[in-house]
């Protein structure tokens, strides 16, 4: 159990477009979800906590009408990269929170690249 | 942001020895967790501690929640090739209802055969 999918694994998009990931929790149902970014090398990077029903938490820095976040159901949190830049390209890697045991499952991440 | 310290950064071992690392913060957290993440995938999760002294394993791996809340470690007992990649510690400190993590540096681990 207590697994989380995201998609999609890749995309490559032109500069000035905008990009949407989405990620699930497959076998349960959370409340709060999370959204990271990791850069080569490095540790992940909070970049704002999702609340089903309410709206995000960005952490300090990061600009809320370019990432924008969307969790509609206690299943699902969408990240959406608006006019995206080659300096969003990154790792993003999404994270539910399973409440009954206070842990967080990760998902598989999604490369985006902006050309 | 708390920064976790986790050390060692990077360990060289042979196949068969046992690895041992740690993590250290400067405030009280009720939640550890210890995850392993492979190139170009997300983080999988190995133990969670609760309790302040717990002591966990799973399968070849031993996690400790420190007495002083402030610190855990991970061992791991006569390593293989595919106990290869990035371990990180991870706390969720008294305060947080929304069960934000807190992140170490990372561990990059490399198994020699």
């Known amino acids: 159990g207590a697994v989380v999918s995201q998609h999609p694994s890749r995309v490559i998009c032109k500069s000035g477009t905008s990009v949407k990931i989405e990620c699930r929790s497959l076998d349960f149902q959370a409340t709060t979800m999370f959204w990271y970014r990791q850069f080569p090398k490095k540790s992940l990077m909070l970049m704002a906590t999702s609340n089903e029903g309410s709206k995000a938490t960005y952490e300090q820095g990061v600009e809320k009408d370019k990432f924008l976040i969307n969790h509609a159901s206690l299943t699902l949190s969408t990240l959406t990269v608006t006019s995206a830049h080659p300096e969003d390209s990154s790792f993003y890697i999404c994270?539910?929170?399973?409440?009954?045991?206070?842990?967080?499952?990760f998902g598989p991440g999604t490369r985006l690249t902006v050309l | 942001g708390q920064q976790l310290n986790q050390s060692p950064q990077s360990m060289f071992i042979q196949e068969g020895e046992d690895v041992s690392m740690n993590c250290t913060s400067s405030?009280?957290?009720?939640?550890w967790l210890w995850y392993k993440q492979d190139p170009g995938e997300g983080p999988v999760l190995l133990i969670a501690l609760y309790k302040a002294g717990e002591l966990t394993s799973n399968g070849r791996l031993t996690a400790q929640f420190g007495i002083t809340r402030k610190d855990s470690f991970l061992n791991i007992s006569a390593s293989i090739p595919s106990d290869v990649g990035i371990y990180f510690c991870?706390?969720?400190?008294?305060?947080?209802?929304?069960?934000?993590?807190?992140f170490g540096r990372g561990t990059q681990l490399t198994v020699w055969p």
């Open positions: 991870a706390g969720q400190s008294r305060g947080s209802t929304l069960g934000r993590l807190y």
């Open positions: 405030s009280i957290f009720n939640t």
């Open positions: 994270s539910a929170r399973r409440t009954t045991y206070n842990e967080q499952f």
